[in-house]
């Protein structure tokens, strides 16, 4: 009965859902630090043996990961470094990188390591900070500008990586969305909803937070020097940095009301994250690996992630079956606890499953030619679309 959905996609969306009835039922519980490692492993420990693992070096394995995701989670929140705006999925990625790429993965710790489990879970999780009533207080024209921004900016990606570059699908629509959305979380929803490979979103993570960090410096300056206001100058950092805590970082560099509107910007391109990754799950679904094969409900239902339908009904109930201020309260647990415990874990993971070799090789760099092509025309864009929806602000 149970073997069509006791493989990793099912198992990672009930995951995921089994965390956000604990946080609605138990949500004093749940932010208890100690009481969520143990349930996020105990959960993780059962999805595994339903999924018919039988390596019981798993719940060692799971420690030792959950640890090093503790460490990269402390390290962020050094002081010193916090004032950089450095995330702990920046310390994460760097971790498992390290170890891979020096010691290597032991052969012990590999039942533990996967971090497409984790990435599936946390992002049913991240659905319930997709509040569609929150959608109204980004703006009319905070709404415009993510729409117009994000569709165009990921076409000209996606045509320059496949175009001009002659990178495959599968990199471009990673690259794409990444660059266009919101970039971290877009690339681990869009690897998702395309079943894409773990080291392809490895790379591309990587070169998402390695590229935020200097425009989180050097936008505010520019915004400065062009003598940009702060609703526009917040609007164009909102529109084209990549990571949250970034966007707040440099937003804050220029003043509040700056701060004020690249939040609102970003929450825009926010919720446009389960639309897009909606739309590429059914167009990825639907298409295969093959263009020439044109497969049925049955076969597209098979090849559907099943994460996008808990991301959607997360994101419908919190949106509709609380009121405001409590789906706003119960969200924030789940993203400050679960979610990022997932996340945290995930990243250590891939970390742990790439060799740092492979992100420098040469053939890499048209991947890397291509973001950075992408990224100067979002800049662009973005300054030209912020400036003209916001200058009589």
């Known amino acids: ?56 070096l798993f719940l060692v394995s799971f420690v030792v990961v959950l640890g090093l995701a503790y460490l990269a989670k402390y390290i962020s929140s050094i002081p010193a470094i916090k004032t950089t705006g450095l995330e702990a999925v920046f310390f994460a990625v760097a971790i498992g990188l390290l170890i891979r790429n020096t010691v290597g993965l032991p052969k012990w710790m590999a039942p533990a390591v996967k971090s497409e489990y984790y990435i599936k879970a946390g992002l049913v999780v991240l659905g319930t900070s997709i509040l569609f009533k929150e959608m109204m207080k980004a703006g009319g024209l905070g709404m415009i500008q993510a729409i117009i921004v994000v569709f165009l900016v990921w076409y000209f990606s996606y045509w320059v990586s496949t175009r001009i570059f002659k990178v495959d699908k599968e990199m471009s629509t990673l690259l794409s969305s990444a660059v266009s959305i919101c970039g971290v979380s877009a690339a681990i929803a869009t690897s998702g909803a395309i079943k894409g490979d773990p080291k392809k979103l490895s790379f591309v993570v990587s070169l998402v937070l390695i590229i935020a960090i200097p425009m989180m410096y050097l936008l505010p300056y520019a915004a400065k020097w062009i003598g940009l206001t702060d609703q526009v100058a917040g609007a164009w950092l909102g529109g084209t940095i990549d990571t949250t805590a970034a966007v707040v970082a440099s937003g804050a560099f220029i003043g509040p009301e700056a701060e004020k509107y690249s939040v609102i910007i970003k929450s825009a391109q926010n919720v446009l994250l389960g639309v897009a990754a909606f739309a590429i799950s059914i167009y990825w679904s639907y298409k295969g690996q093959n263009d020439e094969i044109r497969p049925s409900g049955a076969v597209l239902w098979e090849r559907f992630p099943k994460f996008v339908l808990g991301f959607i ?79 009589g602000i």
Do not use: H
């Open 1 to 56: 009965m149970f073997k069509s959905i006791r493989n990793e996609d099912w198992t990672a969306t009930l995951f995921g859902v089994i965390l956000l009835v604990l946080v609605v039922f138990f949500p004093d519980m749940m932010k208890d630090e100690k009481y969520l490692y143990v349930t996020v492993g105990i959960l993780a420990f059962l999805g595994y043996l339903f999924m018919g693992g039988k390596n019981l």
């Open 313 to 391: 009904l997360s994101s419908l109930i919190f949106s509709f079956a609380f009121e405001p201020e409590v789906a706003k309260s119960l969200s924030r647990v789940a993203n400050k606890g679960a979610r990022e415990i997932l996340f945290s874990i995930a990243f250590i993971c891939i970390g742990l499953e790439t060799d740092f070799r492979y992100i420098f090789k040469k053939e890499n760099s048209k991947f890397i030619w291509t973001f950075l092509t992408a990224q100067t025309f979002n800049i662009i864009l973005t300054l030209i679309v912020a400036y003209l929806l916001f200058r």
